[in-house]
T-cell receptor, first 114, second 112 residues
Framework: GENVEQHPSTLSVQEGDSAVIKCTYS??????FPWYKQELGKRPQLIID?????GEKKDQRIAVTLNKTAKHFSLHITETQPEDSAVYFC?????????????FGQGTTLQVKP | ETGVTQSPTHLIKTRGQQVTLRCSSQ?????VSWYQQALGQGPQFIFQ???????GRGNFPPRFSGLQFPNYSSELNVNALELDDSALYLC???????????FGSGTQLSVL
């Protein structure tokens, strides 16, 4: 079945360093790839997303890259700050056209040390 | 603009009981999706409702059922609760054809 694998499961960086989280997906028909940030006890919040017709997207300190051929996509956070500490989830759409139906990765716990 | 709201926030049930969780979608959104998030895991897709009909279902048994009302709010019903049903249940809304999901804060269900 469809699957999204996310690595690493935990990531610890010093404030100001960069953080990279990687995901692979199995369904070649997936065409939408969002990233969510979930702070402890709070709702997942969409931080950035990318569609399959785009290779890279940037929004201030965060960027996402997509390699459709390899079925890989990654989240890059530059100049990390303590408030970036949270669990990050990648997701892929459940085949093309199935809006709102996502397969999530297992999550990466990011800790930014001051 | 009103965000996605869910009730109750916490719920404790015993095995075999039934539970109903409620969700109000964000204003302007007509599609509601439900997800189950076990501790330390990513959310898992349960099903989606659009125009009061089920529009896709994940790998969940029939004892998980739902409803959507004309005002786009939705309910998730779980019958014959099992211990493994203990999880955070998230509701997310989106607009027609919209890919972006906006999540509620969830209902934490504990089955004892």
């Amino acid at each position: 079945g469809e699957n999204v694998e996310q690595h690493p499961s935990t990531l610890s960086v010093q404030e100001g360093d960069s953080a990279v989280i990687k995901c692979t997906y199995s369904d070649s028909a997936s065409n939408y790839f969002p990233w969510y940030k979930q702070e402890l006890g709070k709702r997942p919040q969409l931080i950035i997303d990318i569609r399959s017709n785009v290779g890279e997207k940037k929004d201030q300190r965060i960027a996402v890259t997509l390699n459709k051929t390899a079925k890989h996509f990654s989240l890059h956070i530059t100049e990390t700050q303590p408030e970036d500490s949270a669990v990050y989830f990648c997701a892929a759409s459940l085949s093309s056209g199935n809006t709102g139906k996502l397969i999530f990765g297992q999550g990466t716990t990011l800790q930014v040390k001051p | 603009e009103t965000g996605v709201t869910q009730s109750p926030t916490h719920l404790i049930k015993t095995r075999g009981q039934q539970v109903t969780l409620r969700c109000s979608s964000q204003s302007g959104h007509n599609t509601v999706s439900w997800y189950q998030q076990a501790l330390g895991q990513g959310p898992q897709f349960i099903f989606q409702y659009y125009r009061e009909e089920e529009n896709g279902r994940g790998n969940f048994p029939p004892r998980f059922s739902g409803l959507q009302f004309p005002n786009y709010s939705s309910e998730l019903n779980v019958n014959a609760l099992e211990l493994d049903d203990s999880a955070l249940y998230l509701c997310a809304s989106s607009s027609t054809g919209g890919e972006k999901l906006f999540f509620g804060s969830g209902t934490q269900l504990s089955v004892l």
